[in-house]
């Protein structure tokens, strides 16, 4: 059974106050005793356990069904738990925490004896973050100690922006969610390796390169970021197949006009071989396809010109298609910079690699 409790999610929720209500008092119980339970991020819901019990996050691996290489975040509700789970932290590093925590920002540190060793895999680093969300502060400080927690997906799946989302891919899996509605950025933190100098962007996220460039200079990326890259990533989890949706999605890119010709090409043979269409959209396109005949679900994540937008929107997208039981979708691209540089790294994960540029 999964307990479900609500959160009103109210602007003037502070920490303090929902510290003392009986659904964070509850679930950090059970945080405590060692259960796993799910709960709202600024970025997406995470799935929290003790980072200090490896019997605890062993529940989240089984939970999610998440290959026990691949190491999990460790959330923090104060600054003063950070000595707990992390050392020698370098100067970038705290620079970093100064400007954007409470933040969709994962800093892989030196970790400490404290850290379960599940959770880092074995690794010497640790990849910490203090998320910038009431709920996520409240539970952990009410919970008293740091909490693993990787997205509330099972794995592979689009992580998890409302608690329906959680529910649908954990229901009965895991002891509670906690649905404080939708999170806001959308897509996941970024993380950023900062025992190398220059730092180097392991996964791109909810702050940009940019960003974090006018605070500490040079800032390095994971070369598997580059278009058409063959490296293997050096986030353990980047390597995996991801936020996938379970009909075969194929991104086409090029001039306008022609990306569009192509797919209806494309939309038009999965009809004549019998499967559901859909189209990911942008808001520019949607009265477009809505005319054409080859596609059967239309589904937006918002305008070309509107990064976060599109950020916030995407993995319910993805799930829609899947409630839809689309079984063939084609997929507009968006621009790389700035937040642009997450949407297209997770949608080319969600297309695994199907990318058609013409
Ligand atoms: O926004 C987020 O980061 C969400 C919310 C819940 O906080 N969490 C999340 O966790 O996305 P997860 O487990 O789905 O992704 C963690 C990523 C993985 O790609 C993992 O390989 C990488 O961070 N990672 C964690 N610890 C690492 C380490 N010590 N070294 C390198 N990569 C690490
Ligand atoms: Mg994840």
Redesign the pocket.
């Known amino acids: 059974m999964t307990k479900v409790w609500s959160v009103d999610n109210d602007v003037e929720n502070t920490v303090e106050k929902l510290r003392s209500c009986t659904q964070i008092v509850d679930a950090a119980h059970l945080l405590r005793d060692g259960e796993v339970v799910a709960f709202p991020?600024e970025?997406?819901?995470?799935?929290g356990a003790n980072a200090c019990s490896n019997e605890a996050v062993e529940k989240i691996f089984l939970a999610k069904g998440r290959p026990s290489d691949?190491?999990?975040?460790v959330?923090i509700g104060a600054m003063e738990q950070l000595s707990s789970v992390a050392q020698d932290i370098p100067a970038k590093g705290k620079q970093l925490m100064d400007a954007f925590w409470p933040g969709?920002l994962?800093i892989?540190l030196p970790?400490t004896d404290r850290v379960a060793s599940l959770v880092?895999a074995g690794?010497a680093?640790?990849?910490v973050?203090m998320?910038d969300h009431p709920i996520a502060l409240a539970i952990i400080e009410e919970a008293g100690v740091p909490i693993a927690?990787?997205?509330?997906n099972r794995s592979g799946r689009p992580?998890p922006t409302t608690a329906a989302h959680v529910l649908t891919d954990l229901e009965g899996r895991v002891a509670g969610v906690l649905d404080g509605g939708a999170t806001g950025v959308g897509v996941?933190?970024t993380?950023i390796?900062v025992t190398v100098d220059p730092p180097i962007i392991?996964?791109p996220?909810?702050i940009t390169r940019e960003q974090m460039e006018a605070v500490i200079g040079t800032v390095a990326l994971d070369p598997s970021f580059q278009v058409g890259a063959v490296e293997t990533p050096?986030?353990?989890?980047?390597k995996y197949t991801h936020y996938a949706p379970e009909g075969e999605l194929w991104l086409v890119t090029g001039e306008a006009g022609q990306a569009r010709e192509k797919m209806r090409d494309m939309l038009r043979e999965a009809k004549q071989h019998g499967q559901k269409t859909g189209v990911l959209a942008s808001e520019e396109t949607l009265s477009y396809w809505k005319l054409q005949p080859e596609a059967d679900v239309i589904l937006s994540v918002g305008s070309q010109s509107d990064l976060e937008e599109v950020a916030q929107r995407l993995y319910a997208v993805l799930r829609e298609f899947d409630e839809q039981k689309v079984q063939f979708i084609v997929g507009e691209t968006f621009t790389r910079d700035g937040l642009g540089m997450a949407v297209m790294n997770r949608l080319e994960k969600a297309a695994g690699g199907r990318i058609l540029s013409v």
């Open positions: 991020t970025t997406v819901y995470g799935l691949n190491p999990l975040i959330h969709p994962t892989i970790k880092t690794l680093s640790v990849g973050r998320p927690a990787p997205s509330a992580s996941e933190s993380v390796d392991l996964r996220g909810g050096r986030a353990p989890g980047m």
